[in-house]
């Protein structure tokens, strides 16, 4: 896993992030001027974009869009900037998968950049998001972070993200199976994705802390 | 202070209808019907709507005139497999229709050059999910009012087609083409060899094109009223739609089969184009083969905090019986089944989707949790009811 933040110049925040073979730039423009039918009286509108990797954006990314969306709502101060827009975007430099079966990858990358230029960008925020990806192989063995290759032979893949308030995963933000799996599963690919987030979060605070000792 | 507290101030209760009042304020309407245990729609925490499917009303098999013999085209009418399904006051019509496309990647005339053999051989070996094939559904709520698609058609397509993918329900066998031959015999009468007897194998081998076909299916949904969240609804509807599909059977005509043509591009190069005239037999189908421990059906399910400020209870207060319960409602998240309506759409920001078989195994399994906190026991809870969900609508789909 790679960050890299303030990429862009013309944006509040931004944020290269690289997992594997998936590549994203995010950008974070806000608090804005919302356009008319955006905003909202009492709290921030979110307008979130996601441009593919290749070719024009589809139905595959309004999907992704939406589950983002999911997961970085409820983490904005959002009441704290009425009447104002944040403006989230997002382009795949790499997918890392085979676009049309899957979408788990570029979902993660998007939601964990999101949150570091969301941190660049100096919104107010209510905790972080961060999030990966755990497939179950055929021999049932739990592999988190997985490469395409393995996505293509999994038995069930799953996308978990954890809300992070005062240093620890406190609230399940987004789950989303797909494949051949019963309730155990379940529970030992929360269990497991929450040693990951953990991990995770150590990774971007220490990240942080390096960035503002070195401002 | 004393001045005004001395002045006596009249403050009339405005008072609204109920479905007004809803509209109003959805968040203390839904709070004030859950304080008294129920849902604005007076369904239970744990109730679902009826649900009625019927099946196959709308396919029409093509009919047996000479212009009808055609390829199944998916201009829409001919409807291979359909589906009726009503949820409370919500319709979900679901038709099912079919094309044919040439199958490039595995067509026989790439298996002769070595080196895309190699090439099939090595994504045959490593992929599974290759195996299995999706149908292409285009979901159209309607609202009474013409425009381009909204987000929430557009994610609910593309949910299903990853759900249907990946739950591995449909291989890509199933919806291979296997032409007969149109056999035109000496006294001009006119019969239709299948592949199915071992004898027949031999006459359809012998003639047998080169080329390989596969069908693609595409799904019309069309929500009429709706009223709440409809994944589970549309995926349900294109469930047992699917269960009723019937393939075509096609055929090519003896003449047709080895039919060659030199097409003279734009450049130098003359290029042998082959053309085959697949038709599909009016009279003959065969149903779509399904995996059948694969057939799951959705249900959804919303996490909510309970308000102790909305509790009637609390605001009656000459009520003392039921005061002590106040303290139990501080903390209290509530599982709801089946989300409906305007109030529970818009208030319940925690939401739980499950796709499961009746034999127990999930194929989709979603959760959002933006609002109230989703515990190991909301989601236990809401697995147990998912399953029985699905055992109960797999056997109104059997009933039909």
């Known amino acids: 896993m790679d960050a890299q933040t303030g990429y862009l110049e013309n944006v509040d925040g931004s944020c290269l992030y690289s997992l594997n073979s998936t590549k994203v730039i995010s950008a974070v423009t806000g608090p804005v001027e919302p356009k008319a ?12 974009n996601i441009r593919p990797a290749s070719g024009v954006p589809t139905t595959r990314e309004v999907n992704i869009q939406d589950k983002v969306r999911a997961i970085i709502t409820p ?34 990358a998007c939601v964990n950049s999101t949150t570091y230029a969301l ?21 049932n063995q739990l592999i988190t972070e997985p490469t395409d290759e393995i996505l293509k032979n999994s038995k069930s893949m799953h996308v978990v993200a954890y809300m992070i308030e005062n240093n620890k995963p406190s609230n399940l933000l987004l789950m989303d199976s797909y494949g051949d799996f019963d309730e155990n599963d379940i529970l030992k690919i929360l269990e497991q994705s929450e040693i990951k987030v953990n991990q995770l979060n150590k990774t971007f605070r220490e990240y942080m802390k390096e960035k503002i000792n070195n401002i | 202070m004393a001045d005004i507290k001395e002045s006596t101030v009249e403050v009339h209760p405005v008072s609204f209808p109920t479905d007004i009042l809803a509209r109003i304020s959805p968040d203390l309407s839904l709070q004030r019907h859950l304080s008294l245990g129920f849902r604005p729609s007076s369904r239970g925490f744990e109730e679902f709507r009826d649900v009625i499917i019927n099946t196959g009303d709308l396919t029409h098999n093509t009919q047996s005139d000479d212009s009808a013999v055609k390829t ?16 409370g006051d919500v319709f979900v019509i679901t038709q099912i229709t079919g094309g044919i496309i040439e199958d490039i990647t595995l067509s026989t005339n790439d298996m002769e050059m070595e080196e895309d053999t190699e090439l099939l051989e090595i994504t045959e070996e490593h992929s599974d999910i290759t195996k299995y094939s999706s149908v292409y559904p285009v979901v159209e709520i309607n609202r009474g009012r013409m425009g381009a698609c909204t987000d929430e058609e557009m994610t609910t397509s593309q949910r299903l087609y990853d ?3 990946h739950s591995h329900i449909l291989t890509q066998n199933a919806l291979r083409v296997e032409p007969g031959v149109r056999i035109t015999n000496e006294d001009d009468s006119v019969n239709i060899i ?22 693609v299916l595409y799904a019309k949904i069309e929500v009429f009223g709706r ?53 599909c037999d009016p009279n003959e189908s065969t149903n779509l083969q399904l995996r059948e421990n694969c057939i799951s059906y959705a249900s959804s399910y919303g996490a909510i905090n309970l308000d102790p400020e909305a509790d009637i209870a609390n605001l009656e207060e000459t009520d003392d019986v039921d005061a002590p319960m106040d303290e139990e409602l501080e903390t209290k998240t509530v599982l709801l089944a089946d989300i409906d309506g305007e109030a529970e759409e818009t208030c319940i920001k925690s939401t739980i989707s499950i796709t499961a078989c009746p034999n127990g195994r999930f194929k989709q399994f979603s959760v959002v949790g933006g609002g109230a906190k989703i515990t190991k026991e909301l989601l236990m809870r809401s697995i147990t009811l998912s399953k029985q969900r699905s055992s109960d609508i797999s056997l109104k789909v059997q009933k039909v």
């Not at chain 1, 039918?37 to 979130?48: D, F, G, H, K």
């Not at chain 1, 107010?124 to 999030?131: M, Q, R, T, W």
Request: aromatic share 6%; hydrophobic share 40%.
């Open chain 1, 119 to 139: 941190v660049d960008s100096g919104i107010a925020l209510k905790g972080i998001a961060l999030g990966t990806t755990v497939v179950i192989s055929k021999d």
């Open chain 2, 72 to 87: 199944p085209s998916n201009d829409g009418k001919q409807v291979l497999g359909s589906c009726v399904l009503k949820q």
């Open chain 2, 194 to 215: 299948y592949p199915d007897s071992e004898k027949n194998k031999e006459i359809t081998s012998l003639l047998k094109p080169k080329k390989k076909w596969s069908y």
């Open chain 1, 37 to 48: 039918r955006q905003e909202l009286p009492t709290q921030l509108a979110l307008e979130i």
């Open chain 2, 227 to 279: 009223t709440g969240p409809v994944y589970d609804m549309c995926w349900n509807s294109l469930m047992a739609a699917l269960q009723s599909v019937k393939l075509p059977r096609t055929f090519i005509d003896e003449r047709a089969t080895d039919l060659k043509m030199t097409v003279r591009a734009r450049g130098r190069n003359a290029v042998v184009m082959e053309t085959y005239n697949l038709l």
């Open chain 2, 163 to 165: 759900s249907l993918l």
């Open chain 1, 75 to 108: 983490i904005l101060a959002s009441y704290k900037y009425p009447r104002q827009l944040c403006q989230i975007t997002l382009q795949l430099l790499q997918s890392g998968e085979t676009e049309p079966y899957f979408h788990a990858l570029e979902l993660i």
